[in-house]
T-cell receptor
Framework: RKEVEQDPGPFNVPEGATVAFNCTYS??????FFWYRQDCRKEPKLLMS???SGNEDGRFTAQLNRASQYISLLIRDSKLSDSATYLC??????????FGAGTRLFVKA | NAGVTQTPKFQVLKTGQSMTLQCAQD?????MSWYRQDPGMGLRLIHY???????DQGEVPNGYNVSRSTTEDFPLRLLSAAPSQTSVYFC?????????????FGSGTRLTVV
């Protein structure tokens, strides 16, 4: 079993739609959680950290469920520019950071 | 600010050749690392460093060497290239103890070994 698992997608959604991604992690001692965005043939860039209380940044909302060991990313009012691969990232302390393989999103006009 | 700079952006090697991928950062970050990204597998940690003179192995270190003589530079050496090392390589850095700020990545090196 992979330490961090994501649905690879692709998710194909129309502009304006709401889309949600989930990510599960296996290490219950994991301490910090992130979502990164990666455009085609580009480097990953930090989208947002994920806090236990949940957090929001504009159209993006991240949630953490420690009991079930998953994190989620909700994108509201999808834009064409949201098309990318979204990476779930889990840190289990120290320098052990695990990247998920990513979920591909295509937003269409 | 340049952030994290990687060179070269593309490279083709023949099996058995050696080369060095360069990585430099200007943010005074103590932590630097090298990842490789292969389709469907996510980023995998090759080697990392928590400061000048300190390096350690990650998940997939075989066939690679690193050194950290300065805070700014963290080169990755391929000792004898193999087709299995065809991949996209990313260098990343972050401030130690600042987990919430995540990593800053370089733009990547696309390596093909033939």
């Amino acid at each position: 079993r992979k330490e961090v698992e994501q649905d690879p997608g692709p998710f194909n959604v129309p502009e304006g739609a709401t889309v949600a991604f989930n990510c599960t992690y296996s290490n219950s001692a994991s301490q910090s959680f992130f979502w990164y965005r990666q455009d085609c043939r580009k480097e990953p860039k930090l989208l947002m950290s994920v806090y236990s209380s949940g957090n929001e940044d504009g159209r993006f909302t991240a949630q953490l469920n420690r009991a079930s060991q998953y994190i989620s990313l909700l994108i509201r009012d999808s834009k064409l520019s949201d098309s990318a691969t979204y990476l779930c990232v889990v840190n289990s302390g120290g320098f052990k950071t695990i990247f998920g393989a990513g979920t591909r999103l295509f937003v269409k006009a | 600010n340049a952030g994290v700079t990687q060179t070269p952006k593309f490279q083709v090697l023949k099996t058995g050749q050696s080369m060095t991928l360069q990585c430099a950062q200007d943010m005074n970050h103590e932590y630097m690392s090298w990842y490789r990204q292969d389709p469907g597998m996510g980023l995998r940690l090759i080697h990392y460093s928590v400061g000048a003179g300190i390096t350690d192995q990650g998940e997939v270190p075989n066939g690679y060497n690193v050194s950290r003589s300065t805070t700014e530079d963290f080169p990755l050496r391929l000792l004898s290239a193999a087709p299995s090392q065809t991949s996209v390589y990313f260098c990343a850095s972050k401030e130690v103890g600042q987990d919430g700020y995540g990593y800053t990545f370089g733009s990547g090196t696309r390596l093909t070994v033939v």
